[in-house]
Every structure is written in C-alpha cells, then in structure tokens.
C-alpha cells in the first residue's frame, strides 16, 4: 500500500486518466462511424443496385486457353488463344452479356508464387479470344487467362498453360 501513496501515484493516475479520456473518445468516435458506414454502403450507386436486381445472380463462365505452339523463338509471336463459355447463352441479350469481357492473360512469379498480368484483351460472353505478344527472353512460362467478375459474369481462370521460350 506504501507504493500506491504518494506524488508519483498521483501523477500515474492523472496520465491514465487522460489516456483512458482520450482512449474512450477515439472508441466512441470509432462506433459512430462504423454506425454510419453500414447505411452508407447500402445505398450504393443506382449502377450497382439495378444491375443485382435486374439480373439476379451472376453467370458462371468457363475459360478455355491454349497456346498455339508450346515452344516458340525469343522475339517469336506467342498466340494464346481461347474461348469464354458462359452459362445460359439462349438469354444472353436479355440478360445483359452482349457487351465485351475483359480478360487477363497473367505469368506465374515463381519468386513470390503470385500471378502477375502481362496482357489484355477482351472476349464476348461465349465468343473466342486471341491474344498475341512477344517474350525477348529465354525461358519457361506458366501462363493462364483471367476474367475478372462483372456485374454480370461471375470471375473465370483457365487451366495453366506451360510455354517454353528458346
């Protein structure tokens, strides 16, 4: 009890309690704002809200990708070439899929085992795709294609594609 007596208590006390003031605005200033950002967020843009209601839930779709040579010359075209399957296609007008997809095509980083994007290009809802670039630099790739999720159609990753540069 002899420690808790005396100035040093005193002025302990006093920091606590400033901290604990300052620890229950930034609490309470926290709560409002969370209060605030779930009714927020519920609104949306008119964008967002017509596209769930009118459309319901989003399609699913199937990515098929090939390389059209499994090896190619360093400064040689590769040509990935592919097709978007996307289900349901008898009501692909009413349902909003005539508009362009975008698709990705990523490298695998083997260093941070993550996909990195290399190139793009876009794709019909069940059309094809042909995506052409060109490697300067000898090596082996795995490769696939990538279609982000839309306000229509559901996300799509393809098999991988291994291509052998020389």
Same mark, same amino acid.
């Given at each position: 009890?002899?420690?808790?007596?005396?100035?040093?208590?005193?002025?302990?006390? !006093?920091?606590?309690?400033?901290?604990?003031? #300052?620890?229950?605005?930034?609490?309470?200033?926290?709560?409002?704002?969370?209060?605030?950002?779930? #009714?927020?967020?519920?609104?949306?843009?008119?964008?967002?809200?017509?596209?769930?209601?009118?459309?319901? &839930?989003?399609?699913?779709?199937?990515?098929?990708?090939?390389?059209? &040579?499994?090896?190619?010359?360093?400064?040689?075209?590769?040509?990935?070439?592919?097709?978007?399957?996307?289900?349901? #296609?008898?009501?692909?007008?009413?349902?909003?899929?005539?508009? $362009?997809?975008?698709?990705?095509?990523? &490298?695998?980083?083997?260093?941070?085992?993550?996909? $990195?994007?290399?190139?793009?290009?876009?794709?019909?809802?069940?059309?094809?795709?042909?995506?052409?670039?060109?490697?300067?630099?000898?090596?082996?790739?795995?490769?696939?294609?990538?279609?982000?999720?839309?306000? !229509?159609?559901?996300?799509?990753?393809? #098999?991988?594609?291994?291509? &052998?540069?020389?």
């Amino acid at each position: 009890m002899a420690i808790l007596s005396g100035p040093l208590w005193t002025m302990n006390h !006093t920091l606590i309690s400033h901290a604990g003031r #300052a620890f229950a605005a930034l609490a309470i200033s926290c709560a409002l704002v969370a209060g605030f950002a779930p #009714a927020a967020s519920a609104i949306g843009s008119p964008d967002q809200t017509s596209s769930v209601a009118v459309h319901g &839930k989003k399609k699913k779709a199937k990515l098929q990708a090939e390389a059209e &040579k499994k090896e190619i010359k360093a400064g040689e075209k590769a040509k990935i070439k592919g097709r978007m399957d996307v289900e349901d #296609a008898a009501n692909a007008r009413t349902d909003g899929l005539e508009s $362009v997809e975008p698709i990705i095509l990523q &490298k695998l980083d083997i260093r941070t085992n993550t996909w $990195v994007n290399i190139a793009d290009g876009g794709c019909k809802p069940n059309g094809k795709y042909k995506i052409e670039l060109t490697f300067t630099l000898r090596a082996t790739l795995t490769l696939r294609v990538y279609h982000p999720a839309s306000a !229509t159609i559901d996300l799509a990753v393809s #098999a991988n594609i291994l291509l &052998k540069i020389l």
